[in-house]
């Protein structure tokens, strides 16, 4: 390949990684804030029950689809780069007619062991409900996972991106709606039963809530499959120029298929495992060993995943987005047998993730409090606390997300799953002791959940430097953006107290985070963090290079 057409697709692929983390970083938004009005809406109680079903939901859309538009762009990537477009379109149809299967099944489980799931294994037999209302989700979220990973196989993240946002933009209207209707609903039927604790509002409101993501990914298919029709005339043409003689066999495919899914699976299932079994153990510890109220404890769990987990996910959807377009280019720079090509798509997802990453844990960290004022969430302490002493996760779970991407891109596909498992139990034995022992409580909890993800950004690190003969650049990739992001904290840590007493506490939060952008942005410039080429690969970059070029910070 050319000098020319390498840097084209070094370009192709940051651009296509910008597009992506760009729609995923406005779903969350979207989905941060529609949690807003839902959250105060449904209480932290309803939190709780939202996030029990929630957790089972994750997990058997896991098994059922989850690795699936992971899996179906690893392998049209692969056959895509050989010219082999008649059998990346084969692999696509024979893994839309296993999404339909699994997504079947994966729906029916999900309905019909709600029971099991929600009251046996998470102690949250209210969530029955909201459990069951997510079952068809399963199925839509399977069939999209194919539709998803074909195109993002063929090199284009555009649909994805915007599915994701449609998706997400259904999901807020109708979790809004649904949740204050029937939170209105379950009182009511409290009160016609002459009971004064008002379970059944949170109960019905939560599942109200869930109603928005089923009815949400129905619109983002949809819109899927439209694309695909129109699609139709670009495939005929690469149908044309494929001049391969022979054509993979369906049992082939399904071979082909497990064989990456499963690995994928394994290690993304301790991801989720982990949330199922710190929330079981949590429990346990809080209710049946220590004999603490249940409302103190649904309140502190609600606070934990509906506060602290939705907002560090934000940032976290950047690895997400640049580890799913970083494995099909990794895929294509390996077979084509380029390890250095394969070492600089390393580093540059990397280095994007972190320009990320770092500031946005600086930022919770110093303006926790403000932040969740802004939100209207600061009705207990416990929630600043817990960004204050957990937000450096966001740094650590972003990067060991991209590192499996990484990984798997690389076909080490087993390692991830392995270094997730040795994480895991470490996890746990700390979870235990922080727990129960030091008497944490849910402070305990946000620790072992930072540790698991150093643990597994330890681990990962080793095995890409060992796999690749990679050696991670330090300087522009952490040591800056810590310099810049740490200026940036303390600048708004300090402005925002006389801002509040000058404005208000809302128009000093919503400065402050602006300023933060703009403070963090500035210093990266000034110690030379980010390179013109780097800002171009960011979709409509060469605008924003223009524009520092005439104020002189590039």
């Known amino acids: 390949m050319s000098n020319r057409k390498k840097g084209k697709s070094r370009s192709n692929y940051i651009m296509q990684g910008s597009i992506l983390a760009a729609a995923s970083i ?16 449904i209480t932290d109680h309803g939190n709780d029950y939202y996030s029990a079903a929630y957790e089972i ?41 296993m999404a339909i299967v699994v997504g079947i099944i994966g729906s029916v489980a999900t309905y019909l062991g709600a029971g099991f799931f929600t009251g046996t294994l998470l102690n949250t037999p209210e969530s029955e409900l909201s459990l069951k209302i997510l079952a068809l989700a399963v199925f839509f979220l399977a069939v999209m996972g194919v539709l998803r990973g074909y195109f993002q196989g063929m090199g ?34 409290d009160k016609k039963a002459g009971i004064t604790d008002g379970r059944s509002g949170p109960i019905y409101g939560a599942a109200g809530s869930t109603l928005g993501t089923s009815l949400g990914a129905l619109m983002g298919l949809l819109f899927l499959i439209v694309v695909m029709m129109m699609y139709r005339r670009v495939l005929r043409r690469q149908m044309r120029k494929d001049r391969t003689g022979s054509r993979e066999g369906y049992g082939d495919i399904l071979r082909l298929l497990v064989l990456t899914i499963v690995p994928v699976i394994l290690s993304t299932a301790v991801y989720n495992i ?56 990794l895929t294509r720079a390996r077979m084509e047998r380029d390890r250095k090509e394969m070492r600089r798509k390393t580093e540059g997802s990397i280095r994007m993730v972190m320009f990320v990453c770092i500031p946005s844990a600086f930022g919770l960290t110093a303006l926790a409090e403000p932040i969740l004022q802004l939100l209207s969430w600061n009705t207990d302490p416990v929630a600043a606390k817990l960004f204050i002493l957990g937000s450096a996760a966001v740094i650590f779970y972003g990067l060991s997300t991209l590192t499996n991407g990484i990984l798997q891109g690389i076909d080490k596909m087993h390692i991830p799953v392995r270094n997730a498992l040795i994480s895991l139990v470490f996890h746990l034995v700390l979870l235990v002791v922080l727990v129960q022992v030091c008497k944490l409580h849910i402070y305990g909890v946000v620790i072992s959940y930072l540790f698991f993800a150093v643990m597994m950004c330890m681990l990962n690190g080793l095995a890409i430097r060992k796999y690749l003969r990679y050696r991670q650049e330090m300087i522009r990739t952490f040591l800056i953006p810590i310099v810049s992001s740490a200026i940036m904290g303390l600048s708004c840590w300090l402005l925002y107290t006389p801002l509040e007493e000058l404005i208000g ?21 000034l110690l030379r963090g980010i390179t013109e080429q780097e800002l171009r690969a960011f979709p409509k970059g060469y605008v924003l290079v223009r524009g520092l070029k005439k104020l002189h910070l590039l």
């Open 505 to 525: 506490f809302r128009a000093a939060a919503v400065i402050c985070v602006v300023l933060a952008v703009f403070i963090y942005g500035f210093f990266l410039l």
């Open 26 to 41: 406005l779903s969350r938004l979207i989905g941060m804030l529609y949690r807003l009005p839902v959250t105060n809406i």
């Open 156 to 189: 284009t993240m555009m649909p994805t991106a915007v599915s994701q946002i449609i998706e997400q933009v259904f999901n807020a209207i109708v979790s809004i709606a649904a949740a204050s209707v029937l939170f209105q609903y379950g009182l009511s039927l």
């Open 57 to 97: 939901y994750n997990i058997i859309l896991l098994i059922s689809s989850y690795s699936l538009p992971l899996a179906v762009s690893k392998l049209v990537s692969a056959k895509a780069a050989l010219g082999q477009y008649r059998n990346a379109w084969r692999i696509f149809k024979g893994a839309l007619y």
């Open 274 to 329: 982990s949330g199922i079994l710190d929330q079981g153990l949590f429990k346990y510890l809080m209710l049946d060993v220590q004999e603490i109220e249940k409302s103190t404890v649904e309140v502190y769990w609600g606070i934990y995943v509906g506060k602290y987990k939705l907002l560090t996910n934000v940032p976290i959807a950047v690895a997400s987005a640049l580890s799913a377009s970083t494995i099909p280019a």
